[in-house]
């Protein structure tokens, strides 16, 4: 079932002409309409479904910098910034609070190759810091697992996902923005090499500049226009617990299970690592560029061919704009969760918390997670269609990074200086093979 998610009203009327169409109302979706609204570009933000029901809203609500790609950390530093004031800028909450991310673990091994990514982390000036088994017991006084050592970045934070994609979208709003939700995107129109329009189900509205922000949905899409996107999908599941003790005010991630404390005073938990590969004809297509990152993380994952899979073939490369569409057949992708993990990570809390012990599950879901082979997402520009830019492939750890992640967007987009090196975004590694290095990430 989905989780619960602010609703906002929609926008009634389509433009006939807008400067940028953002395509999909997820965090960087949003993210990015609000940037370019900000530097005075008129934008359509088109959602199949209603704003952040999907990924946005699903996920951990960790806005961290502790543990990221080393690519990611500039992008994670200034979105922690912004985070930290888009309350008073778009004057509602969006759940954040500045409460820290800990991580504890039982491996040596594991311990030291957190102390080099510290290292690199503090030439960026994130300051994390290494924690011995003292200060862990300090931190978790009433803990029953023995941990050797861990992790902590006080700077880092929390923030509400049902919360956070609605309210930038109001934010959007009020500086002009135009959001059309139960509005599918069914494909764009070209003329000469370059955008010229976009097709929705509700009519068409023409545009140099389209931002694809679809996440699981972007594959899909631009197989329609002939670009190639290699993206696998995995599922996950998360659930919320009933209110409890508060064993953690900010985020604890141990090697079982991850945990993070609520503003309803409960906790969203999962386990970490663990989820179901769907099969599906795209994954297929690229499955030698994801082999390497399968095969560290099989052991973790179930293998999945279904109804996804069997969608997937029905659909096929391509289909007519003056037709009902998979999008609108598809308005939220709600997959079910795995009730399994949920049982096993709440016997975990019992074990290692006595005083959850009983806390139960107040609600469970599922959420699908679009990711690269590098497990670092494409923001920019496709050199083989002008105007057409991707924000996409996130890979489970886009929430955190959103609000930076779609300024960057918004300034490629403008040609505007970019906020943070764009190329380690570049949608062209994935084409050409030229893939990041994997760098220690969490």
């Known amino acids: 079932m989905s989780p619960p998610v602010d609703r906002i009203a929609s926008d009634e009327k389509l433009p006939e002409a807008v400067d940028v169409v953002v395509i999909g109302a997820g965090i960087i979706g949003v993210a990015a309409a609000y940037h370019l609204a900000k530097k005075g570009r008129s934008v359509a933000l088109i959602e199949k479904g209603h704003v952040g029901a999907e990924q946005s809203s699903r996920n951990w ?23 930290g004031g888009l309350h008073e800028e778009i004057g509602a909450d969006l759940g954040f609070r500045r409460k820290g991310v800990l991580w504890v673990t039982k491996d040596p091994k594991e311990l030291a190759g957190w102390e080099r990514w510290a290292d690199v982390a503090r030439e960026q000036q994130v300051h994390s810091r290494m924690l ?19 992790m902590e970045t006080p700077s880092d934070g929390r923030a509400e996902p049902a919360m956070a994609a609605p309210a930038l979208a109001k934010g959007a709003r009020a500086l002009g923005v135009k959001i059309f939700q139960n509005c599918a ?27 694809l922000a679809g996440g699981a949905w972007s594959t899909l899409f631009c197989r329609r226009h002939g670009i190639d996107l290699p993206q696998a999908m995995v599922t996950g599941t998360a ?40 099969l599906t004809p795209e994954g297929l297509r690229y499955a030698r560029q994801f082999w390497p990152t399968f095969r560290t993380r099989a052991a973790k994952l179930k293998i999945r061919l279904g109804k996804p899979f069997l969608d997937g073939l029905m659909t096929g490369a391509s289909w007519s704009f003056d037709k009902e569409t998979v999008f609108e057949r598809n308005r939220v ?59 996409t492939g996130f890979s489970g750890h886009g929430f955190g990074i959103g609000p930076a992640a779609g300024r960057l967007a918004a300034d490629i987009v403008t040609g505007d200086t970019p906020v943070v090196d764009a190329h380690p975004y570049r949608y062209t590694r994935l084409i050409d093979g030229t893939y990041l290095a994997p760098s220690g990430a969490l």
Request: aromatic content about 6%; proline content about 6%.
């Open 185 to 211: 995107a069914r494909g764009m129109e070209t003329r000469g090499g370059a955008i010229d329009a976009v097709v929705t189900e509700k009519g068409r509205i023409r545009t140099q500049a389209v931002l």
């Open 61 to 83: 609500g960790w806005c961290r910098q502790q543990g990221r790609d080393r690519h990611e950390i500039p992008l994670a530093r200034v979105s922690l910034e912004m985070w």
């Open 132 to 150: 011995s088994k003292a200060e862990i017991a300090e931190r978790l006084p009433t803990h029953t697992e023995g941990w050797l050592g861990g």
């Open 333 to 391: 992708l709600d997959p079910a969760p795995d009730m399994s993990l949920v049982e096993e990570a709440l016997a975990m809390l019992g074990q290692a918390y006595p005083e959850l012990a009983g806390i139960g599950c107040a609600e469970a879901w599922g959420g699908t997670i679009d990711s690269t082979p590098d497990a670092v997402p494409v923001i920019s520009g496709v050199d083989t269609l002008r105007g057409f830019y991707l924000a």
């Open 239 to 278: 659930f919320r617990t009933n209110p409890g003790p508060a064993i953690t005010e900010g985020a604890l991630g141990t090697p079982g299970y991850c945990m993070r404390r609520r503003e309803d005073g409960g906790y969203t938990v999962a386990l970490r690592g663990r989820g179901t590969l769907n």
